[in-house]
């Protein structure tokens, strides 16, 4: 199907997926959000009327944003391992994952815990890092620590566009923000991250100087009615 950017709204595709269905046993579903999307959903009741709710395990990337009663219902009897795409605490992800809201996708990962199967269900956190993200990081960890909500240890690292990559930011700057982090205690992702970013793909683009980079980023959140300043970014509004 991957020809056809919309194949799942097409009712050949749909049929000759639930038709060769039966000897699935771990259904992994990502972006765009698939907990909207109505060809899941088809999918889930089927495995429903089928029987095999307890056969099937579910692997789902979200947003966070949809967790109504008829989706929650679907999908509480399957295995799941459900990993949330969040990339900061409170406004900060608003701006980054728009048009989520934060207090929204908080109320649904806490709510998940309660439609746990019994089979061994996991929900993690799976941030972006970023340089819009890397100096509020802690906030974010802190919030999942407190809400015993476990982080991924593979984090995702942006390299581009380069004004993102870690690589453009000064050495004393990218040194007080792995600081933070293992002040914090959470000095196993600060090694996760400096180890991503030691690779060739991470190399600073020499013509974009970090004021070039501060200006992006700056305009990025000011263009979307947000201040400069959640991002943690040192004198990013000087």
Not at 128 to 135: A, Y
Not at 157 to 172: E, F, G, T
Request: contains cysteine; glycine residues 6%.
């Amino acid at each position: 199907y991957e020809a056809e950017q919309d194949w799942w709204k097409k009712e050949r595709n749909i049929n000759d997926l639930l038709e060769n269905i039966d000897t699935v046993d771990h259904l992994y579903v990502t972006g765009g959000e698939p907990t909207i999307n109505p060809m899941f959903h088809k999918v889930l009741k089927h495995l429903h009327r089928q029987g095999r709710t307890r056969e099937v395990s579910i692997e789902i990337n979200t947003n966070g944003t949809n967790l109504n009663t008829s989706f929650r219902n679907l999908l509480k009897p399957f295995r799941k391992h459900i990993l949330f795409s969040i990339d900061g605490h409170g406004e900060l992800n608003n701006a980054m994952r728009y048009p989520t809201k934060f207090s929204v996708v908080e109320k649904n990962i806490l709510e998940y815990k309660h439609i746990d199967s019994g089979m061994g269900d996991r929900i993690l956190v799976t941030p972006t890092v970023c340089v819009s993200n890397f100096f509020a990081l802690p906030r974010l960890l802190q919030w999942c620590e407190d809400n015993s909500i476990p982080v991924t240890d593979k984090l995702n690292v942006l390299n581009r566009p380069k004004w993102q990559s870690l690589s453009q930011i000064p050495a004393n700057l990218l040194a007080q923000g792995f600081e933070a982090l293992n002040s914090a205690g959470y000095a196993r992702h600060a090694y996760t991250i400096q180890s991503r970013i030691q690779g060739v793909s991470y190399e600073k683009d020499l013509l974009l100087s970090w004021e070039d980079t501060k200006s992006r980023i700056k305009n990025w959140f000011s263009s979307r009615g947000y201040d400069p300043s959640i991002t943690g970014i040192p004198d990013i509004n000087a």
